[in-house]
DNA sequence: CTGTTAGCGCGTTCAG
DNA sequence: CTGAACGCGCTAACAG
């Protein structure tokens, strides 16, 4: 039993008129016939008629697909973008495709093959934490596919971008900190191939010095993101002879990883030492203390990364601008600083 | 400026040999010479060629790509079966298109006609809860595309499903309340629209039965999964002339929606009303308290169920087999219900 | 309003 | 080992 697709031309056969009439009343075209129309309608809702995608994108060069790639997964952080993101693909017309790289440069490299080959009209991505090679992402411009970075963004590219904004979220993390009495701020920072990493440190140091509080080399502690390592790190700061009694992390699940370091330890949050993050994942209203940190408007980001794209898809490669857009946080205190 | 996809004819023309011999180096067959392959493969790498796969695609009439519908992505299980899911198809060659239906039934029955459209070789797929009509899916039966589902099954179609065992795990969480003494059990169930539901429910019925222990109607509320709505039961449960000492919940979100709310009323956990969900998400550990829960293999679902996918896209239409693969729980003890 | 023709990029015969 | 010719399913010209 040969699996066999409906096509046009089994639709003109058996309604004994042209392939391209049927296409036509298929496609909405003005000049068919009421009556002939409602007969194709009607049989192709019959026979499980489907458009073939792959031939209509040979011809039409476009494929009304979008490309996401992102790091990871396990977070709440990027399923959300995800969601914003399909909703406003969906609401243009477009289908995306996922694909994670699971913070592996040789995985993201295979994924943009892959979104090439499938032809997609534009891509969106946040980098892996070791991407420190571009050319993967430079063949979409040289070929005129949109890319617009979001989240993890490469500051060497020239084209729409999609962040938050990291300092001044670090900084109002940071001032927040030492609003409630904690001038001693560890800072566990994160690589500094991402510039996401390198504005929160920024943030977080200018915030110290505007309210001059000296800046400790010891208490700044960039790390690879890799949760398991967080204990180290922090039973490392625990551990100094002069501690710090806060710690402002990179992002929520590294403060979440930090604060059962600290459970463990037997110290207590936040009189002991405060604790905040970076990002308000769903997790973090639910631990226990719960955890006080920025949160961003992720659906908000995978919305405005879809429009960016869309927008560039229907202007003229002349006319792109590599605009960065900057959303808003908002700070989210929690029982991690909440000092009674 | 045209933004101009590299193609066979190119290089063919650069090279000025025919198509034919260049599409057979870049495909691997055996009858090209060695210098001629090197030097279209040289020239391809430079050109940023990339096969074309609609052009592929419409010649072989597959694609290559597996499709993905699961109905959510804010707890982490969906998100982890993906991960397993595509390691594994990337494993055998494949690429999947991912979707997420939302819960919504309309969405679903959109996310397959977008599978349909764009050829996939096969279809994973777990359930919206308030899917109860199968047309949908039948229409890839229809068309000889290997569909199989997982976690939420559909009972009606006779495809390959691969599910953990609900009743086994309902029954030994069950059984496990009991053992520290809480013999007031209410079970916080699914719609019965979904198999899972009816499976725990029946777990959670027979464990009951099992040690001779009265069944209370008043503690069995069956609900629609949205999370919001948790407070009300949970209070009403707690309201009740004989209240619960112990909550089962059908999963792990439910679950901890319901610890809120129970340390909000005041009450202790476990000492005044245990708590134990399913699934073992990856939050669970991290509340306070840490949540009792039945854990399930949630990558090796998502391995599973593309290696059946690809199985029978290997096998000729009248070989597939409707096996349910059933996958093991484990039971994982933590403090919303240990005694201490 | 409808039919005919060409061709999107590529793999696959069939001839050399 | 290589080239020419055909066709996958469909849309877009060009004729009626």
């Known amino acids: 039993m040969k699996s066999h697709q409906t096509t046009i031309i089994d639709i003109a056969h058996e309604l004994k008129i042209s392939k391209s009439t049927v296409s036509r009343a298929l496609i909405g075209h003005p000049n068919v016939k009421h009556t002939t129309r409602m007969a194709v309608l009607e049989l192709a809702e019959k026979m499980d008629y489907q458009r073939n995608m792959h031939a209509i994108s040979l011809i039409t060069r476009k494929s009304s697909t979008l490309g996401v790639i992102v790091p990871e997964f396990t977070s709440s952080y990027f399923p959300e973008i995800i969601i914003g993101a399909q909703t406003a693909a969906t609401a243009a017309g477009y289908n995306i495709i996922i694909s994670q790289s699971n913070e592996s440069y040789e995985t993201e490299v295979a994924n943009t093959r892959v979104m090439l080959a499938n032809q997609v009209d534009g891509i969106m991505i946040s980098m892996t934490k070791e991407t420190r090679n571009y050319d993967h992402f430079k063949v979409f411009q040289r070929k005129g596919i949109p890319i617009v970075f979001f989240n993890r963004v490469c500051d060497e590219m020239k084209v729409p971008k999609v962040v938050v904004d990291d300092y001044d979220g670090a900084f109002k993390v940071v001032e927040h900190l030492l609003s409630i009495g904690k001038n001693k701020i560890a800072h566990l920072a994160g690589p500094d191939s991402l510039s996401m990493s390198v504005k929160r440190l920024s943030g977080y140091l200018d915030a110290l010095k505007k309210h001059q509080v000296a800046i400790n080399e010891q208490w700044i502690i960039p790390y690879d993101l890799s949760i398991p390592k967080v204990s180290i790190y922090v039973n490392h700061l625990l551990n100094l002879e002069n501690p710090p009694n806060a710690i402002f992390a990179i992002n929520d699940p590294t ?51 879809i429009e960016l794209l869309i927008d560039q898809i229907k202007r003229d490669v002349k006319d792109w601008k590599a605009v960065t857009h900057v959303l808003k946080t908002e700070l989210i205190i929690r029982n991690s600083t909440l000092i009674s």
Chains 1, 2 share one sequence.
């Not at 403060?255 to 600290?262: G, L, N, P, R, S």
């Not at 905040?276 to 405005?304: R, W």
């Open 255 to 305: 403060a979440i990883e930090a604060i059962q370091v600290i459970k463990k330890a037997g110290l207590r949050i936040p009189q002991d030492i405060a604790v905040a993050g970076f990002s308000n994942d769903y997790i973090s209203s639910l631990i226990e203390p719960s955890l006080t940190t920025m949160s961003q408007p992720v659906q908000k980001i995978g919305i405005k990364a």
